[in-house]
């Protein structure tokens, strides 16, 4: 890489890039304890993988100002790993959902992304806002109504400070206020330090203590695939933002492979696996957060306050981190998809749905996103398999010409054979391809069996105007299927 | 007097009104029309959401800005489009201070009463930090 553009990524913007750096770590704190309680694991493991994941991806990341740590989305995947064998499996899982990013990366697989429509993106981030409200609602269970206050009280703040000051993320002063509240008003009510550990140490190298065997691999495997595309489609679709935003280009290649070490740095520290974050990145880029200085600030500050802090942050109130985390959703959701929903073509409606509906089942965006792609590649070559043939009857009734329209493919080939009058009075029949395209060794086989067909009844049959690609394939495979009896 | 005039617009209904009082204000001095329609962040998501790739994003963009393009297109006065990313005021603001314009028209509406209330006015914003005259079509 040139010297230049090194030095404009890390030292072009260093004001912007250290105050935008801070901001963001102030306001990574609460959402890394939050998705570490959502995955079911101390806060120690969100808070060193949104430390390990930022100074990685800042260093080998292809979307500088971009901010990545531990994410809702992939927390979500974790549950049942995390549940059913422990930490020690999610580490190991971490670690290989790095490899398999990296190898996305080098393949430049970020191109799939292409094939994963808008209508699954906006599923996707809806399933994820609503996964992430349902999940706060088990803290509700059993609480009493100073509960219910307290979560008010931080959405409040949260939205209505603003107003007052951006200089400092809303989100700090509800958890700050929130929490004096707590401790010097002697309410008692549920803390972080309740739910799981808080260390004031730095992260250690250690390598996950399990068998290396092919069991553990068959085990970790699943959730490392879960976890590979939802955060590689997390990535992309915040660096799309983030470009958009600040009307830059970035290396998508280059940051599925920074995703892929990043990841499997913060598994050996003892991390979770993370992805970019929507919500973070708009924040650093609104607070004038530019280059890769401001990840890697937001890092190092987020480690800094949690060694300083750590006695504080055990203490802050569940209800607060619920607050957090609704504000997280509702900022997540995409409205307009629900004002506008009416106004889309009904397969866009049906596919989002469908996405949102899946990842509400399964509890897995990844296989929202799947059934979503799947389902939309099924409207899409239903769309696409609707031939129109059109004929008119020529010297004096004794040759008909078929116009046929439209794209000759497997899934189009059986309703387009049926268009033909096969039983007809005239000698001779053109049908015109001029307005088609042939795709599929199918497509060369109806047209076979449409000239059987036809000769079967004595009707001379020709094909013209067709295209050079089509021509081509017709050339290649074109009598096969009549030679071998078919 | 008013020769460099800036029209913040949105290509919303609302701000066509700011669009003619910006026209007749710039075919009186003779002056030139710079549009600008700033995308915020949430805008930004959800036209990266909604659209596939770059241009068409674009083209959406210049599509929302039509009906004030038409307007422009139909008077005399000399006029540019400026598609810019950030906050609305602060940026509208920025883009004024800095290149030295002589007036500023924006519409005072936009968002509903809940979202002035969180968010502030836009048009209250940029006529506070503005260096030029500022006229505010309600």
């Known amino acids: 890489m040139k010297i230049e553009t090194l030095k404009r990524e890390w030292v072009g913007n260093i004001r912007g890039d250290v105050l935008a750096g801070m901001v963001v770590a102030l306001a990574l704190i609460p959402e890394a304890i939050a998705f570490s309680i959502i995955a079911g694991v101390d806060p120690m493991v969100g808070l060193y993988a949104s430390f390990c994941i930022a100074i990685v991806i800042s260093i080998v990341g292809g979307r500088p100002g971009m901010i990545s740590a531990a994410t809702g989305a992939m927390a979500l995947l974790m549950v049942t790993l995390i549940a059913e064998h422990g930490l020690q499996y999610l580490l190991a899982a971490t670690i290989l959902t790095g490899v398999i990013q990296i190898l996305f990366g080098v393949f430049k697989l970020s191109r799939v992304m292409k094939f994963v429509p808008r209508s699954v993106m906006v599923g996707f981030v809806n399933a994820l806002a609503i996964l992430i409200f349902q999940a706060q609602l088990t803290h509700f269970v059993g609480e009493t109504w100073i509960m219910y206050a307290l979560v008010a009280l931080t959405l409040a703040i949260i939205y209505i400070f603003p107003r007052v000051t951006k200089a400092v993320p809303s989100t700090l002063v509800a958890i700050i206020i929130i929490t004096s509240i707590t401790i010097f008003g002697n309410i008692d009510s549920k803390t972080v330090g309740d739910l799981g550990n808080l260390t004031q140490q730095l992260p250690v190298f250690l390598i996950p203590s399990i068998p290396f065997n092919l069991e553990t691999l068959m085990i970790i495997l699943p959730y490392s695939l879960s976890l590979a595309i939802v955060g590689l489609t997390e990535t992309l679709l915040t660096a799309n933002i983030v470009d958009d935003m600040t009307d830059t280009e970035s290396n998508k290649n280059r940051e599925s492979r920074g995703q892929g070490i990043a990841n499997i740095v913060a598994g050996f520290f003892g991390g979770m696996a993370g992805c970019a974050m929507i919500g973070q990145s708009g924040i650093n880029v609104k607070s004038g957060g530019r280059g890769r200085l401001s990840t890697f600030i937001a890092g190092v500050f987020l480690m800094i306050l949690i060694i300083v802090l750590g006695d504080l942050l055990v203490q802050i109130p569940m209800a607060a981190l619920v607050g957090v985390m609704f504000m997280v959703s509702i900022g997540t959701f995409d409205w307009s998809s629900l004002t506008n929903l009416h106004k889309l073509p009904k397969t866009d409606a049906v596919v989002m749905l469908t996405t949102v509906a899946i990842v509400l089942v399964t509890h897995d965006l990844s296989k929202g996103v799947l059934a979503g792609v799947l389902l939309s590649a099924i409207f899409f070559a239903a769309k696409i398999s609707k031939v129109k043939v059109t004929d008119e009857l020529v010297h004096e009734s004794t040759k008909r010409i078929y116009y046929v329209h439209g794209q000759l493919f497997f899934a189009s080939v059986n309703d387009f054979v049926k268009k033909f009058a096969y039983v007809d009075s005239v000698r001779e029949v053109e049908i015109d391809l001029s307005n088609a395209h042939l795709w599929d060794d199918s497509a060369i086989g109806a047209l076979d069996k449409i000239e059987m067909k036809f000769e079967q009844n004595n009707i001379q049959i020709i094909y013209s105007g067709l295209n050079k690609d089509s021509a081509r394939l017709k050339n290649k495979i074109g009598g096969l299927s009549k030679a071998s009896g078919h | ?138």
Do not use: W
């Open chain 2, 1 to 138: 007097m008013f020769e460099k005039i800036v029209l913040a617009s949105d290509g919303s209904e609302h701000s066509l009104r700011s669009t003619t009082h910006a026209i007749e204000l710039a075919e009186k001095f003779n002056g030139t029309i710079d549009v600008v329609y700033v995308v915020d962040g949430q805008t930004a998501k959800s036209d990266v959401l909604h659209n596939n790739g770059k241009l068409e994003i674009a083209k959406k963009r210049h599509e929302k800005m039509k009906p004030v393009v038409d307007l422009l297109e139909r008077s005399d006065v000399e006029y540019s489009i400026h598609i810019l990313h950030g906050e609305a005021g602060p940026t509208i603001v920025e883009f004024t201070n800095e290149n030295g314009f002589d007036c500023v028209v924006i519409g005072s509406r936009g968002l509903n009463d809940l979202q002035t209330f969180i968010l502030g006015s836009v048009s209250h914003k940029v006529a506070k930090r503005v260096n030029c005259p500022v006229l505010i079509v309600k």
